[in-house]
């Protein structure tokens, strides 16, 4: 990221990502898409490795093709409205939800920890704004990729040992709680957004300085501190009350419009996901001896702090409801 080029490449992916937020129109949309699709390909150029570039395709032709499908329906929908359903799979495929994910485990495998970082979550951002564009009619139809992608990425991530792809078939299943998210209302939508992005944040902030692949790595390190604040991270990303990931999925629950067959399907991924985020991390909660406790006191105010941002959202609403 130190040559002047990456930061005209960023601010491409910013720019592309409001222009799409405040399209009125269709080709405004299509033209923020690819905007930011030839925004991000640079970007994930980090090291110039043969896998880097193996990615960039594996990456543009599910999204050139989802970007083909979208203006080609745009154009017909014209003439018939119930085209207007192929957009919606159009940014599904740009997202990588079930069953359009073929492309994001192998994409996701192949990048360097900070395009992985984008691509899980400011990616997420235009297609999904996109989406909430579309009437509640249409938003309806796409409830049950919203079930099958959280259902899939409940059960795609169990198994998993390499932290990418845990991280990516968590991603799978809460794309599919934002699609229901749409389905509520958009200050739900954005709160989820921000929410999913922050706990991410957290989670590859502390994994940046570890050369590490497998899960069972990422808690070797020597410092207490840093091992249980990734712990608990995850299981915030994984929806454990009452940590503020839980929040986000129970503000979904609460306004959503999705029938209860959905609302089922969308609460057993949920609990699929976070069974394997449990099993990651019981065993090295658990395996703390006193030791490490005294290590943990002595730094209070850090550990404070990350308890009040996982932890206040519950008090908030429970003061106001």
């Not at 740009?94 to 359009?100: D, Y």
Request: include cysteine; proline fraction near 4%; charged fraction near 10%.
């Amino acid at each position: 990221m130190k040559s002047p080029s990456k930061l005209l490449f960023v601010f491409l992916l910013i720019s592309s990502t409001y222009l799409v937020a405040s399209s009125s129109n269709w080709l405004t949309t299509w033209m923020g898409l690819e905007i930011n699709m030839l925004g991000y390909i640079p970007l994930i150029f980090m090291k110039e490795s043969s896998s880097e570039s193996e990615a960039a395709v594996k990456y543009l032709i599910p999204q050139s093709l989802g970007s083909t499908i979208f203006i080609s329906s745009a154009i017909t929908s014209m003439y018939f409205n119930n085209m207007q359903i192929l957009m919606v799979i159009a940014m599904c495929l740009k997202l990588g939800v079930a069953p359009f994910h073929f492309w994001f485990p192998p994409v996701m495998l192949s990048l360097q920890l900070t395009p992985a970082f984008i691509l899980l979550t400011w990616q997420k951002i235009a297609p999904i704004l996109a989406i909430s564009s579309f009437n509640s009619f249409i938003v309806k139809s796409v409830m049950p990729i919203a079930m099958i992608s959280a259902l899939w990425g409940g059960i795609g991530g169990i198994n998993q040992t390499d932290i990418r792809s845990l991280l990516t078939y968590s991603s799978i299943g809460h794309t599919g709680w934002m699609l229901a998210s749409v389905y509520s209302n958009y200050a739900i939508l954005i709160i989820y957004l921000l929410t999913y992005i922050l706990i991410n944040i957290s989670i590859y902030s502390l994994l940046f300085k570890e050369d590490s692949k497998s899960s069972k790595q990422l808690f070797f390190s020597k410092e207490p501190m840093k091992i249980f604040m990734l712990a608990i991270s995850i299981l915030s990303l994984g929806g454990l009350p009452p940590l503020v990931g839980f929040i986000m999925k129970l503000l979904v629950l609460m306004f959503t419009k999705a029938t209860l067959v959905i609302i089922f399907g969308l609460i057993i991924g949920a609990l699929m996901s976070l069974f394997y985020y449990l099993s990651l991390t019981f065993s090295v909660l658990l395996s703390f001896n006193k030791i490490h406790f005294i290590k943990l006191q002595m730094i209070t105010k850090n550990m404070v702090m990350f308890f009040l941002v996982q932890i206040l959202p519950l008090t908030l609403i429970l003061f106001f409801f």
